[in-house]
Each structure stands twice: as C-alpha cells, then as structure tokens.
C-alpha cells in the first residue's frame, strides 16, 4: 500500500475553482498524488502531519529562470540591460566551467524549494559545452525540483573558439540531451527548448529550433520582445505559422496591440519577470494586454544576478503595479478608486493555475485537486508577519517570506519540513557556491579587464563582435 498522509485542520486556498478555500480542511496525500481533499476526512491509517493555524497552497510555479545564475547573485545589482548582456552573457557565461553550471542549477533550484517554488522553467542558456549541458541537467535533478528543462541553442563566446562550429550540431547536442534523459516519462524533469534571440540570429536557426522541439513534444520557451528599437522576430514567427500553445512567451513589453491580437489567437503563453523589467527599464509588466487579450498572466525570478528568487515577491510587486496600473487613469484626473480591481486571490492564480497551464501542466500540477501531483506548501508558523493572518490569501501575498514556508512537498515527499531542508547540506551549497563565485570572476577579470561595462564604457568585446557571435 502506498504511504499516506493527512494535513489536517489548514486553512486550505486549493485554486481548483471546484473546491474553493476551506478555512478549515483536510487534504489526504497517497504516495505521489493528492487522494482526497475535504473537511474532517475520515482517514485511519496515515501520518497525520497537523496543520492548524497554517496556510495550505499548491507549490508555486516560475515559467523563466536562468537557474544557472544563482552563482553570480548580486552582480547587477546597478546594471542596465545592456550592461546585463555584455557583462552576463557574453563575459560571465563564457566563464562558467561545466561545474559550475550544476552548481547554479542545483543551487538555484534549492532556492526555489525552500521558497515554495516547486516548478521552474529553467531557461538554461549556458550550454557552452556538451558537459555544461549534462550539468544543467544533472543540476536539477540532485535538487529534487519539478522542472521543465528548456535547452538553450546560445552561443555564449565570442572570443574562443566556439565549441559547437556549426548550429546543426547544437541542434544535435539538445537531440543528444532528450535522448539521455528524457526519454521516458514520469520523472519530475520534463524537456524544453530556449529559443535563440529571435530577430538576431538567422530566422533559419529559429526554425530549426522549433521544428526539433516540437518533433520531440518538448515545451518552447522564448525571449519576446524585450528590447526597444530592437526586432523582436515575433512578425517572422506569425507569418512562418511557427506560432502557438506549446509557447512561452517571456517580457513581450514592446509587442504592438496587433500583435498582442495574433499572440493570443495563437494560444501562445505569456511569462512575466515583473522585478527584472522595472529594475532594468524594459517597459510596463503586461498585466494589462493580458487581460485586454484574454490571455493568463504568468510570473518568473528571471535573475537572481539582479533580483529576489522568491517568488512571493514577483507576485506581491506584480499586484502592487497592476493595482497601480488599473487607478492611474483615475488618479490622474484626481479621483480614487471605488474598489479594489485585482485581488490578492487572483494574484496567486498567477503563479498556480495560470503557469501550470503555461507549462503545458495543468493535469499535474497548479492547484490541489484530487489526482493531481502532491506539490504542495504550508505556510505559517512563528514569523511576525504570520500572526495574526486574518486572510489568508494576503497573508500568503504580501506577509510571506521564504523562511514563513514551512513545509514543502514534491510528488508527495517532503523537501523542507518544518522550516529545514531534507536532502541538502546548506552551508556547504552556499561555501561552495562563495568559491565558486570567486573562481568565475576572477577568470572575467583575466579575459576581459574593463569588465563590467558596454562597448560605450570601453568594454573590450565591442558591439560588431557580440553582434557577429550572435549571428553565427
Ligand atoms: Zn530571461
């Protein structure tokens, strides 16, 4: 018989539109699965694990994060989107060992765990070797994180010589990796692919891209139209008939409302990393062509080089400038809102229900529903900001923080449970991940002394040659 256990007596917010909120619930686990949620349930014969006082949720879900990045948290604390590409992508990138790479993503997905976040898209584009691509991999699965792998095609030096000499033999590594370790079902890593910059490279590589993806049903995710005065390849891909729901499309802030219209036609879904763009000046979060398009907000970390990796804190500022966004009109013609438009319950939709179903997910994960996947979180215990929590849902959005999140279970099996995690030493992750750290910038620094900075500030890796490597 498979193991079983009862939460019993939490204040329950299950996002299954069928069950609602039960201030008092019970939600029964069998092996894997959830097998019953209700009030009282009648159940003998498991762990009973009591949760009164808490908050139930499902797991959260992040749709774009370069998990790898976790090793350089912190860097571009004061960088602007230029300095992020030059200085991250084409000078730390290059400077990642294999090594390093399953540092960050297994570093980074323990982040994630401990935050409630039990699903990432790891939008993993630091595959500069084969091994690198094996590492993201290996990364991910020794965290014991829910992930969808998204394979990233980038080509990340433009002043060695590259490792993969022709993209045809990208494309044939990413083939290699779904063959290793994708090639049976069931397991807690599903497989992606991270598009090349659209609009940059050949739209013949982008082709290439989604044609091998989609011959092997694996989830496409893209950087879309995050750059202004810069092509976002969003046209090409409509006219090509290249678009659709097995898409994720990740910031969108520069798409025109025409083209708002073709994305959401399509189905395709759409991934917001509400910290990155305000910090890094890319635009408005596009909470509002969501809900003028009809389509389903979701929320990512992106980078903890720059930003928070929890979660929580995407949700709390997304709301807080959807909130914004919805009363400026109002406000400018000086009057205040009668109600409030967006709430908070809404806002956790976000990051369940909406970015299960991003995912491609839905029948497994994003809410706690009978037959579903056991990713779930308990929420409470001794901080301030859990007492009193007289609702829970704000509770859960504007008090929480990571060490508020308790409990954490995956498949059913706990991660973190009451406040500590299981299955990793911490304070070895984190002296390894100092060393490390140290180790990448010094060798920047050696390859690339005006790092960081633009070709403006002198930053030797000038434009024509990141532009050449891009195009290659
Ligand atoms: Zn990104």
């Given at each position: 018989m498979k193991r079983r256990t009862l939460l019993t007596g939490g204040h329950v917010l299950t996002m299954d539109p069928a069950l609602g909120t039960l201030p008092t619930g019970d939600v029964l686990l069998e092996g894997e699965r959830i097998a019953a949620v209700g009030t009282s349930l009648p159940v003998v014969d498991a762990e009973v694990v009591d949760v009164r006082g808490r908050i139930v949720a499902p797991g959260m879900i992040d749709t774009h994060r370069h998990t790898w990045q976790s090793l350089v948290r912190g860097l571009c604390t004061d960088w602007t989107l230029a300095d992020y590409f030059y200085g991250v992508r084409l000078a730390v990138s290059p400077a990642y060992t294999a090594e390093d790479v399953h540092l960050g993503n297994r570093l980074g997905a323990v982040e994630a765990l401990d935050a409630g976040v039990t699903t990432i898209l790891d939008f993993s584009h630091c595959n500069n070797t084969p091994d690198h691509a094996d590492a993201a991999v290996t990364g991910l699965r020794d965290a014991g994180i829910r992930a969808a792998f998204c394979y990233g095609f980038f080509e990340s030096n433009p002043l060695a010589p590259p490792h993969f000499a022709a993209h045809e033999q990208r494309v044939a590594d990413f083939e290699r990796i779904a063959d290793a370790y994708f090639a049976a079902d069931g397991g807690l890593l599903t497989l992606g692919v991270a598009l090349t910059e659209l609009g940059v490279v050949p739209f013949s590589h982008t082709r290439a891209e989604i044609e091998v993806a989609r011959r092997r049903e694996a989830l496409i995710a893209t950087h879309m139209a995050c750059v202004w005065g810069m092509p976002s390849g969003f046209d090409e891909l409509a006219t090509a008939g290249l678009l659709g729901p097995d898409q994720v499309h990740i910031h969108c802030n520069t798409l025109t409302d025409a083209q708002w219209t073709v994305l959401a036609a399509s189905g395709a879904k759409v991934s917001i990393s509400v910290e990155t763009e305000l910090n890094m000046g890319m635009g408005r979060p596009v909470f509002g062509a969501c809900a003028a398009h009809g389509v389903l907000p979701t929320l990512s970390c992106d980078v903890v080089s720059l930003n928070s990796g929890d979660l929580v804190s995407q949700i709390r500022q997304g709301l807080g400038f959807t909130r914004w966004a919805e009363t400026e009109a109002l406000n400018l013609r000086g009057r205040d809102p009668r109600v409030v438009t967006t709430t908070a319950a809404q806002a956790l939709e976000w990051s369940t229900v909406n970015a299960a179903d991003a995912l491609g997910m839905s029948e497994r994960i994003g809410s706690i529903s009978p037959g579903k996947q056991a990713d779930l979180i308990v929420v409470g215990g001794p901080?301030?900001?859990?007492?009193?929590?007289?609702?829970a849902a704000g509770t859960m959005v504007f008090q929480t923080t990571p060490a508020d999140v308790r409990d954490v279970l995956v498949a059913g099996r706990f991660v973190k449970r009451d406040g500590r995690l299981i299955d990793h030493d911490l304070p070895d992750l984190l002296g390894r991940a100092d060393a490390a750290a140290a180790r990448i910038l010094r060798r920047v620094q050696d390859a690339v002394p005006s790092f960081p900075g633009t070709p403006e500030d002198g930053f030797e890796l000038n434009a024509a040659l990141a532009t050449a490597n891009l195009r290659a």
């Amino acid at each position: 018989m498979k193991r079983r256990t009862l939460l019993t007596g939490g204040h329950v917010l299950t996002m299954d539109p069928a069950l609602g909120t039960l201030p008092t619930g019970d939600v029964l686990l069998e092996g894997e699965r959830i097998a019953a949620v209700g009030t009282s349930l009648p159940v003998v014969d498991a762990e009973v694990v009591d949760v009164r006082g808490r908050i139930v949720a499902p797991g959260m879900i992040d749709t774009h994060r370069h998990t790898w990045q976790s090793l350089v948290r912190g860097l571009c604390t004061d960088w602007t989107l230029a300095d992020y590409f030059y200085g991250v992508r084409l000078a730390v990138s290059p400077a990642y060992t294999a090594e390093d790479v399953h540092l960050g993503n297994r570093l980074g997905a323990v982040e994630a765990l401990d935050a409630g976040v039990t699903t990432i898209l790891d939008f993993s584009h630091c595959n500069n070797t084969p091994d690198h691509a094996d590492a993201a991999v290996t990364g991910l699965r020794d965290a014991g994180i829910r992930a969808a792998f998204c394979y990233g095609f980038f080509e990340s030096n433009p002043l060695a010589p590259p490792h993969f000499a022709a993209h045809e033999q990208r494309v044939a590594d990413f083939e290699r990796i779904a063959d290793a370790y994708f090639a049976a079902d069931g397991g807690l890593l599903t497989l992606g692919v991270a598009l090349t910059e659209l609009g940059v490279v050949p739209f013949s590589h982008t082709r290439a891209e989604i044609e091998v993806a989609r011959r092997r049903e694996a989830l496409i995710a893209t950087h879309m139209a995050c750059v202004w005065g810069m092509p976002s390849g969003f046209d090409e891909l409509a006219t090509a008939g290249l678009l659709g729901p097995d898409q994720v499309h990740i910031h969108c802030n520069t798409l025109t409302d025409a083209q708002w219209t073709v994305l959401a036609a399509s189905g395709a879904k759409v991934s917001i990393s509400v910290e990155t763009e305000l910090n890094m000046g890319m635009g408005r979060p596009v909470f509002g062509a969501c809900a003028a398009h009809g389509v389903l907000p979701t929320l990512s970390c992106d980078v903890v080089s720059l930003n928070s990796g929890d979660l929580v804190s995407q949700i709390r500022q997304g709301l807080g400038f959807t909130r914004w966004a919805e009363t400026e009109a109002l406000n400018l013609r000086g009057r205040d809102p009668r109600v409030v438009t967006t709430t908070a319950a809404q806002a956790l939709e976000w990051s369940t229900v909406n970015a299960a179903d991003a995912l491609g997910m839905s029948e497994r994960i994003g809410s706690i529903s009978p037959g579903k996947q056991a990713d779930l979180i308990v929420v409470g215990g001794p901080g301030i900001g859990q007492h009193p929590a007289l609702d829970a849902a704000g509770t859960m959005v504007f008090q929480t923080t990571p060490a508020d999140v308790r409990d954490v279970l995956v498949a059913g099996r706990f991660v973190k449970r009451d406040g500590r995690l299981i299955d990793h030493d911490l304070p070895d992750l984190l002296g390894r991940a100092d060393a490390a750290a140290a180790r990448i910038l010094r060798r920047v620094q050696d390859a690339v002394p005006s790092f960081p900075g633009t070709p403006e500030d002198g930053f030797e890796l000038n434009a024509a040659l990141a532009t050449a490597n891009l195009r290659a």
